[in-house]
């Protein structure tokens, strides 16, 4: 069964400083991979998806890059805002289906004004 | 079409009474998922639709549980005799084929 660990599982910056939240997976065999923002009793918003032939994702502030070999994966925030604070979860899902994703725990971010 | 929508945002109910969450997809997208979220964790899988056809069950989903998407289109996940381990989140997503999913905001589920 596929794991999925993120770490660290809370992170605490202050606004301005880049960051790294780091995502990794048991299983190599994955179809994509999906990285999220969890606003507190919220739903997931979707943030970057990652085929799993590819090797990174950017939109605006964030980037996401995946060594699917080694199993990991890391979403970077550069010049983080208040307005980042959440949790973050990445997903996984399996080779050849893509149907059924499995999460990690999540980061919980926190920028500090 | 604003996203995944579902329905309600709240729920409590009281132990052994039965409830169901409805579900709207984003329009063109023929996958739905619902997934289960409790405080802490990452949402947990449950059951997976391709269009109207029910493809796979968690063995999450015991037999309290039933989710139907009749014509393809919205679906709904009933849960019979609740119990107060059923309290979580409920999370409904949607895709097109295995690409980006999108989730609605969830429905909460609290068994008093």
């Known amino acids: 069964k596929q794991e999925v660990t993120q770490i660290p599982a809370a992170l605490s910056v202050p606004e301005g400083e880049n960051l790294v939240l780091n995502c990794s997976f048991t299983?190599?065999?994955?179809?994509?991979l999906q990285w999220f923002r969890q606003d507190p009793g919220k739903g997931l918003t979707s943030l970057l998806l990652?085929?799993?032939?590819?090797r990174e994702q950017t939109s605006g502030r964030l980037n996401a890059s995946l060594d699917k070999s080694s199993g990991r994966s890391t979403l970077y925030i550069a010049a983080s805002q208040p307005g980042d604070s959440a949790t973050y979860l990445c997903?996984?899902?399996?080779?050849?289906?893509?149907?059924?994703?499995?999460f990690g725990t999540g980061t919980s971010l926190t920028v500090i004004p | 079409d604003t996203g995944v929508s579902q329905d309600p945002r709240h729920k409590i109910t009281k132990r052994g009474q039965n409830v169901t969450f409805r579900c709207d997809p984003i329009s063109e997208h023929n996958r739905l998922y619902w997934y289960r979220q409790t405080l802490g964790q990452g949402p947990e899988f449950l059951t997976y639709f391709q269009n109207e056809a029910q493809l796979e069950k968690s063995r999450l989903l015991s037999d309290r549980f039933s989710a139907e998407r009749p014509k393809g289109s919205f679906s709904t996940l009933e849960i019979q005799r609740t119990e107060q381990g059923d309290s979580a989140m409920y999370l409904c997503a949607s895709s097109l084929q295995g690409n980006e999913a999108f989730f609605g905001q969830g429905t909460r589920l609290t068994v008093v």
């Open positions: 997903a996984v899902s399996r080779e050849n289906t893509g149907n059924q994703f499995y």
């Open positions: 990652i085929q799993s032939s590819q």
């Open positions: 299983d190599s065999a994955i179809y994509n």
